[in-house]
């Protein structure tokens, strides 16, 4: 079975500063990894996906995420905070596991960047 | 953006009542999936769809039901609409399996009472 767990619902830095959202995953298949945003009453944008090429992916709007085997994780990671990154992120496995094609999401951590 | 509607946007309803709600596409994708958001839980897969008239159960499928009778249209029925059915339902489209990344309509507000 495929689960996936978001260290920390809620995350607070400040404008400028470093973001780090942890994410670490369970698969019995090789993993598929994507970390999706969702601005308020709006439905989710993927903003990266991992598919076992490059461990280091980069996304939209100034977001990384690095890929480690030996830890399980897909921590995403932005260098300098801006106000608009404000929002729900979730980190989500995909994979083949028992013949379903589908996405297990994280519980989901809300981002909040002040001045 | 991906040409997904879900219609309607917001909906509150009795409880005992059935309702409906649509999910259309305008990219021809053969994957559609129907989710359930509630806080502390992500969001949790009710039914997919992988091609019309093929769908299947996810996770959280017990008082929930799908068709799909044309590629752009997947509707999700709660047969007898349960306080515990209060949630935020977004639909999702897929071009294809795992790894293609699926794309996310606005969402529906549903409120049972």
């Known amino acids: 079975a495929q689960s996936v767990t978001q260290l920390g619902s809620h995350v607070s830095v400040s404008e400028g500063a470093l973001v780090l959202l942890r994410c670490n995953y369970s698969?019995?298949?090789?993993?598929?990894l994507f970390w999706y945003v969702q601005y308020p009453n709006q439905g989710l944008q993927l903003l990266l996906k991992y598919t076992s090429a490059a461990t280091l992916v980069k996304g939209i709007n100034g977001f990384e995420a690095e890929f480690k085997k030996s830890e399980t994780s897909f921590h995403l990671t932005k260098p300098s905070a801006h106000m608009s990154d404000a929002a729900e992120y979730f980190c989500a496995v995909g994979g083949f596991s028992g013949g379903y094609n589908k996405l297990i999401f994280g519980a989901g951590t809300r981002l909040a960047v002040h001045p | 953006d991906a040409g997904i509607t879900q219609s309607p946007r917001h909906k509150v309803t009795e409880t005992g009542t059935p309702v409906t709600l649509r999910c259309h596409q305008t990219e021809n994708h053969r994957y559609m999936y129907w989710y359930r958001q509630d806080p502390g839980h992500g969001l949790r897969l009710i039914h997919y769809s992988y091609g019309v008239k093929d769908t299947d159960k996810g996770e959280v499928s017990d008082g929930y039901s799908v068709s799909r009778s044309k590629t752009e249209d997947f509707l999700l029925t709660l047969e007898s609409a349960t306080s515990s059915q209060t949630s935020v339902y977004f639909c999702a489209i897929s071009e294809k399996g795992l790894p293609y990344e699926q794309y996310f309509g606005p969402g529906t507000r549903l409120t049972v009472t």
């Open positions: 698969s019995s298949v090789p993993p598929y």
